[in-house]
């Protein structure tokens, strides 16, 4: 692995012979400055939760709130692209201080075709281009299993799928990827390093990285199998105090876990007390050790700069850059060359937006296109036709029109006897990772739903299943949407058509779900009766805290819940007779629940 330096000189090389695009290079009188300097600056670049998204996101995932200046009202700009992140992170490096790229986890994972179908190989030789450092990993970097998350780090082909393209071999990644509180559960060890150490200007600095401990939550059983997952406070503090012991006193954590800003505008003001921002790495920033410098943090695609008081009261960054490369973080940094501490007043983080203005950065477009070509015989085959934009990511409701829609494929395609006898199919909103768009994105054309396009909105491929729950079990999978691990932050399952109930957000946990208005094809739902519900095999097993599901009985597998989609579209959909978007007529909300789910 290369030192920041060295890293940073190999990358000027690649600028000088025109490869990457824009790269600041320090002069000789501005290094020699440094020297004399009491104090050295670091900056730090961050990002997180990019999933895999090489090419500009399209719809509302391709977008960042700002205020304009002009107006002072909220808008939308388009933002984000691997070739737009590229360029804009080459020219924010610092000359003659050093610059760290870091990021807290879910680099790869529910990714678009273009890197999912190679197993997120283009994304980790992106992000090699990039000059990433190191990263966190994240819940996603899971989905394949803890085998593949160490493929990707050390390189070679994929067990089953092999190599892509003939007389090249994966490589894996040159950058560090951290898992501190990620551990096998028979040796009880990390299953990757807990902590990077680095020098800049001769002061050390380390970074610790970890993932939320509800991963096995959300992540399939198989990804997860033969892990344990620590307490995100417990394990940093543990290897911050392993790190002073060798005399590392400046600390960087980088956090899989992330929270709720008060405004979506990206430059929100949090307030020097954290005041603005709830979530669960409210009390996790409040208890790590005061040692950790500024905490780098992802996983609810949120924009923040704020900052949250140490256990000493003494207020200490805290960061996160939404996701899909749409912003990235800048943090300044000095670090007292005496003591080797990070000196905690000079902390300064801002947001950028990665606009789309910019020169693409040329390597990054290459791989794109080799990538593309590939991909293309399968990414470009259309699959259906829409007649406008079908929200799902895009959509802050309870209901998303995208959520019925795929709820309803899921139902129909598994309603026949022998393919499960579904009466029901609920989708989780977590798994709905995009919009369908109706502009077209290449040259398919407006209205045009590619196979691609399909993946994006679907990239887990998980398997769809069938169980039987009695109607009491039904209405306690209502209810643990709203109460239990859900209660503070409920997750909303999109349901089939026919199924219909009412949410009173003004309630208190499981009373929230008004018992007595559910209703399937009208009728009440019988306590004592027998209902055959479809849902992914990620949610049919508990998943996002509905063990309800993984009490159901009689389990049958049926296809993916991507073939699943494609079917449905290509059934009820044609150039002549576009698919229109759902009504969002299932779920009534009464009280202050306009934006959960």
């Known amino acids: 692995m290369l030192t920041v330096r060295s890293r940073r000189a190999a990358l000027a090389v690649a600028a000088a012979a025109g490869l990457l695009g824009t790269v600041v290079v320090p002069t000789a009188a501005q290094a020699a400055d440094a020297k004399r300097q009491k104090t050295v600056n670091l900056q730090v670049l961050a990002i997180n939760d990019f999933h895999g998204n090489l090419e500009p996101p399209a719809g509302s995932s391709g977008t960042i709130q700002e205020i304009d200046p002009a107006t002072g009202r909220p808008v939308s700009t388009p933002a984000g692209g691997i070739e737009y992140l590229a360029t804009a992170l080459r020219q924010a490096r610092i000359p003659a201080d050093d610059s760290i790229t870091v990021a807290a986890g879910d680099i790869v994972g529910a990714s678009p075709l273009t890197s999912a179908l190679f197993h997120d190989e283009p994304t980790i030789e992106a992000m090699d281009k990039l000059g990433l ?15 593949e998350l160490l493929r990707l780090q050390n390189g070679g082909c994929h067990p089953v799928d092999g190599c892509y393209e003939k007389g090249r071999k994966f490589k894996g990644a040159n950058f560090n990827y951290l898992a501190a509180n990620v ?221 019925d829609l795929i709820a309803d494929a899921q139902q129909e395609g598994l309603a026949p006897a022998d393919k499960g006898g579904a009466q029901i199919a609920f989708m ?7 919009d369908l768009v109706y502009k077209a994105s290449g040259a398919e054309g407006d209205g045009v739903v590619t196979y691609g396009e399909a993946f994006t909105v679907q990239p887990f491929t998980n398997m769809m299943q069938v169980k039987t729950l009695t109607g009491a079990q039904l209405l306690q999978l209502l209810q643990q949407q709203v109460s239990g691990g859900n209660e503070a932050s409920p997750k909303i399952l999109q349901p089939s058509r026919g199924l219909a109930y009412t949410l009173d957000m003004r309630k208190k946990g499981a009373d929230r779900v008004l018992v007595d208005s559910v209703r399937l094809n ?46 449905y579209l290509g059934a009820h959909s044609s150039a002549a007779a576009p698919l229109q978007a759902p009504a969002q007529d299932r779920i009534k909300v009464i009280g202050p629940g306009g934006s959960i789910g």
């Open 522 to 567: 009208g009728a009440p739902i019988d306590p004592a009766a027998s209902y055959r519900v479809a849902a992914n095999e990620f949610l049919a097993g508990g998943g996002d805290g509905f063990p309800a599901f993984a009490a159901g009985t009689d389990k049958l597998v049926g296809a993916s819940d991507l073939d699943v989609f494609a079917a």
């Open 428 to 434: 989780n909103p977590g798994g709905i990772r995009s």
């Open 133 to 147: 450092d190191v990263t966190a990993v994240g819940n996603h970097e899971f989905d394949e299993g803890a085998k």
């Open 183 to 403: 551990t096998d559960e028979k040796t009880g060890k990390p299953v990757l390093a807990p902590y990077w150490v680095t020098k800049s200007q001769g002061v050390k600095i380390g970074f610790i990285g970890a993932t939320l401990e509800g991963t096995p939550n959300i992540v399939t059983a198989e990804g997860v199998k033969g892990l344990k997952f620590g307490n995100e406070v417990a394990t940093i503090n543990k290897y911050a105090a392993e790190l002073k012991k060798q005399g590392v006193n400046s600390v960087v954590a980088l956090i899989h876990e992330g929270g709720l800003p008060a405004s979506s505008t990206y430059n929100y003001d949090c307030g020097t007390a954290g005041q603005g921002i709830s979530g669960p790495i409210v009390d996790i920033a409040k208890n790590l050790d005061p040692a950790i410098g500024a905490i780098v943090t992802g996983h609810t695609h949120n924009a923040y700069a704020c900052t949250i008081p140490d256990p000493q009261g003494v207020p200490r960054s805290v960061t996160s850059a939404a996701s899909f490369g749409r912003l990235y973080t800048e943090i300044d940094l000095k670090l007292d060359k005496t003591t080797g501490t990070i000196v905690r007043p000079s902390v300064k983080a801002e947001n950028h937006i990665v606009r789309r203005t910019v020169e693409k950065a040329p390597d990054m477009t290459a791989l794109i296109s080799r990538y593309s070509k590939l991909a293309a015989p399968i990414a470009d085959r259309p699959v259906g036709y829409i007649a406008s934009d079908i929200n799902g990511r895009g959509n802050s409701d309870p209901e998303k029109p995208l959520g």
